[in-house]
């Protein structure tokens, strides 16, 4: 019930056992920029993404999402991928995947913090009962499966939330 589907068994004997699964379809979204209609605009400025997400197709939705003049997306498919990249150049907003294989998301945003001061996280999450608020305090936070125009949303209020903070960085 946790997907919001049923299992349906039925076995006879002699013929074996057949399984039914039902799962609710996620809403569709819409691929690619041009596709896209933008509510509230471009993100302002030269702004640098990191993609940490170990899904190929969720890494590409979000590198295409982000992708834009003057913005830089870097793609990471671990934690120690992610902290590379942070320790190389300015990142302005990293969205992490919480809930990856062989990495504890609590680990990897507490080190990103640590390496980048000023750079502002977005948690993202199939599984939010995997962790507490406390693990992800001062960051924001956006369940898969999530809408682009969500995501543009959270991304322009963390840019006037930085612009405020830091006025020359945007």
Do not use: Y
Not at 57 to 68: F, N, T
Not at 77 to 84: D, F, K, L, N, Q
Not at 96 to 108: A, E, N, Q, R
Not at 132 to 154: A, C, M, N, Q, R
């Amino acid at each position: 019930h946790e997907f919001n589907g049923d299992l349906e068994a039925s076995s006879t004997k002699g013929a074996g056992t057949s399984f039914v699964v039902r799962l609710q379809a996620a809403p569709s979204q819409k691929r690619g920029t041009q596709e896209r209609t933008r509510s509230r605009g471009p993100l302002p400025g030269a702004l640098s993404f990191l993609v940490v997400e170990d899904e190929a197709h969720i890494r590409e939705m979000l590198k295409e999402a982000l992708d834009g003049p003057n913005h830089e997306v870097l793609i990471a498919t671990s934690g120690i991928e992610a902290m590379a990249h942070c320790r190389r150049q300015n990142i302005d907003v990293a969205l992490v995947d919480f809930t990856m294989p062989g990495s504890s998301g609590t680990f990897l945003i507490e080190k990103l913090s640590e390496i980048a001061l000023q750079m502002k996280i977005v948690v993202i999450s199939g599984r939010p009962e995997t962790f507490t608020t406390e693990e992800t305090s001062g960051h924001i936070f956006l369940k898969k499966p999530f809408e682009l125009d969500e995501l543009e949303k959270v991304l322009h209020e963390l840019v006037s939330r930085k612009s405020s903070e830091t006025p020359s960085r945007l």
